[in-house]
Nanobody, 119 residues
Framework: QVQLVESGGGTVQAGESLRLSCTISGDIPGINYMSWSRQAPGKKYESVARLSTITNTADYPTSVKGRFTISRNNTGHRINTVYLQMNNLKLEDTGVYYC?????????WGQGTQVAVSS
């Protein structure tokens, strides 16, 4: 089993930055992907950053490319932390952000953290 707890959400003004954190604990070995997704009111659930733990490469959709960066702190076999650095935030970045991992083809999610961007 894998447990994920997100933190770092809040309310910021457009143009500002925010860093989200996700503490991952449990069966860390075998996690192939770590990612962040978001759910905005009235919009589809969207992946905003995905990191391969095998190749250590990341992918981003056009909507956030150049503004968002995913990274991880590999502190051990039982705890990892994955971050989402969000710069130059826009109103459309508002939503609930979820940390996800995939282990052996099975996905795990955290409870989400709210990000609100105001003008």
């Amino acid at each position: 089993q894998v447990q994920l707890v997100e933190s770092g959400g809040g309310t910021v003004q457009a143009g500002e930055s925010l860093r989200l954190s996700c503490t991952i604990s449990g069966d860390i070995p075998g996690i192939n992907y770590m990612s962040w997704s978001r759910q905005a009111p009235g919009k589809k659930y969207e992946s905003v950053a995905r990191l391969s733990t095998i190749t250590n490469t990341a992918d981003y959709p056009t909507s956030v490319k150049g503004r968002f960066t995913i990274s991880r702190n590999n502190t051990g076999h039982r705890i990892n932390t994955v971050y989402l650095q969000m710069n130059n935030l826009k109103l459309e970045d508002t939503g609930v952000y979820y940390c996800e991992v995939e282990r052996g083809g099975v996905p795990f999610w955290g409870q989400g953290t709210q990000v609100a961007v105001s003008s």
